[in-house]
């Protein structure tokens, strides 16, 4: 694998839609055009901001968050969502948290197999996929010439932003070569799959490619047939085992990856988005599985990739929501005191990058 994009060549954070991070890829459909420069709800801005304040002060030293859940995932989750705020991420105010956060999942890299991982007992494919989705929005955008130069860095020497999204790349397609289905589970050399894994890891993936790094085409396309197998009659896509079933979270994940690979035409994605618009339209039953947060998150992305006028009439919903569940110190959580949730760091980060599609920093998404 070799990283093709020159260092001098800025990118767009791919964090606009959770995430977030696959609007970048602009996908092509007939359509209405979003535009550039839409206003963002007063409503949003300000919850997006006390999130980050709660973020901004729960940080810890080494650059990671350890509420609840910990790991390079946890900890790119939260890079995700500093990024998707909009400012300037080398000279605005959240520079030196987005710089300590990359240290610290760099840090964590197995420089031999690229698996990214904290050491402290919560590592596993998932949290190796979000970790590389967050590098991949990294990449080109945070200048990273004197990431391990600043006094904050202790004196430690690392790899780049590019070379550590190389190896966490080679560790994911590693890990589906050698797995019979082409997805991933929890473990890099599972022999099984699941749609939630697989679609944190091949989100990741694809933004890799997306920021320049050679990905193989036999591996994405191996992973969206393993979703076509878990693709239900009526569009629900099953969690692992069989098609269908699942929850609204991994079929929403099921649309969302679609769109992302190019794969708007195939049936699956069709019936999956027609499923997943229904579901969304009852608001009684879209916010209730467990863990919402997470489902919220794909969920705006999904839709926002699959039907834009649907994403509205859903989102409306979502910020009414979230304005009655977040704490007063910024924070979130799952079921706001009734438990299904993963912590302060990953719901709020969840929930805040469910609102960043509302920010569309790209001039246009093509539909």
């Known amino acids: 694998m070799a990283a093709t994009r020159t260092r001098s060549r800025p990118w767009p954070a791919l964090t606009t839609v959770s995430m977030l991070v696959m609007l970048v890829m602009a996908v092509r459909a007939e359509g209405p055009l979003v535009r550039y420069g839409d ?33 390079p995932g946890v900890t790119g989750m939260a890079v995700m ?17 987005i710089r300590k956060a990359l240290r610290s999942m760099i840090s964590g890299q197995n420089p031999d197999t690229g698996f990214l991982a904290s050491g402290q007992g919560h590592d596993s494919m998932y949290q190796h996929g979000f970790g ?37 790349a080679r560790c994911a397609v590693t890990s589906a070569k050698n797995n019979p289905l082409g997805g991933w589970r929890y473990s890099a050399d599972a022999k099984d799959a699941d749609t939630s ?16 790094i050679e990905v193989p085409d036999e591996t994405i396309d191996r992973a969206i047939k393993y979703f076509t197998t ?4 009526n569009g629900q896509l099953g969690y692992s085992g069989g098609a ?38 009852i608001r009684e039953q879209a916010g209730m599985e467990g863990y919402p947060t997470y489902t919220r998150y794909y969920r705006a992305q999904a839709l926002f990739q699959g039907d834009v ?28 005191g009734r438990g299904g949730g993963f912590g302060g760091t990953v719901d709020t980060s969840l929930a805040l990058l469910s609102l960043a599609v509302n920010y569309k920093f790209l001039p246009v998404y093509e539909r």
């Open 244 to 281: 269908g079933g699942g929850s609204d979270a991994v079929t929403s994940i099921g649309v969302l990856v679609y769109a992302i690979a190019g794969q708007k035409g195939l049936p699956q994605y069709t019936k999956a988005l027609a499923y997943l618009k229904g579901r969304s339209a």
């Open 309 to 336: 006028d649907a994403w509205e009439q859903w989102n409306a919903g979502l910020v009414r929501e979230l304005k009655t569940m977040q704490a007063k110190d910024g924070s979130f959580s799952g079921f706001a």
């Open 132 to 168: 590389m989705l967050a590098l991949a929005e990294a990449y080109g955008t945070v200048d990273d010439r004197t990431l391990w130069s600043e006094a904050a860095a202790g004196g430690q020497q690392g790899r780049s932003i590019g070379q550590s999204l190389e190896l966490a």
């Open 230 to 233: 878990m693709t239900g009659p």
């Open 81 to 97: 969502t500093l990024l998707a705020s909009g400012e300037d991420p080398n000279h605005g105010p959240y520079r030196t948290a």
């Open 39 to 71: 206003p963002v709800p007063r409503d949003v801005r300000e919850m997006y901001d006390a999130g980050l304040r709660y973020l901004l002060k729960t940080q810890d030293d080494s650059g990671g968050w350890k509420d609840g859940q910990a790991g």
């Open 197 to 212: 894994v697989s679609g944190a890891v091949l989100m990741g993936l694809l933004a890799a490619r997306n920021a320049g």
